[in-house]
């Protein structure tokens, strides 16, 4: 069974950094992007970044500039380095990888990780 598991979340201050980890375990493959989204409180999910199988990335307007999507194909991880961190970027972030399964795509979700930017 294919899991899902974040790390990096926590408190940091207005212009600070943290990273974000999702490796993926349980024998995923032919993954077809990996990404990152987040949900504030009482607000939608919204898309932050996504990193395709040939290494092109897609960001939220919002991030441009100060997020970077990555990823380990060896490891089945996809990390998100958040830099100059805003009070508005506070929320849970979620990690999405999908796969292809003949003309299927295969979504699976971690359970998040809080990220909150405070003074």
């Known amino acids: 069974q294919v899991q899902l598991e974040e790390s990096g979340g926590g408190l940091v201050q207005p212009g600070g950094s943290l990273r974000l980890s999702c490796a993926a375990s349980g024998g995923i493959f032919s993954i077809y992007a990996m990404g990152w989204y987040r949900q504030g409180l009482g607000q939608k999910r919204e898309l932050v970044a996504t990193?395709?199988?040939?290494?092109?990335?897609n960001y939220a307007d919002s991030v441009k500039g100060r997020f970077t999507i990555s990823k380990d194909n060896a490891k089945n991880t996809v990390y998100l380095q958040m830099n100059n961190l805003k009070p508005e970027d506070t929320a849970v972030y979620l990690c999405?990888?999908?796969?292809?399964?003949?003309?299927?795509?295969?979504?699976?979700w971690g359970q998040g990780t809080q990220v909150t930017v405070s003074s």
């Open positions: 990193i395709m199988s040939d290494g092109s990335a």
């Open positions: 999405n990888i999908q796969r292809r399964d003949g003309d299927a795509v295969i979504s699976y």
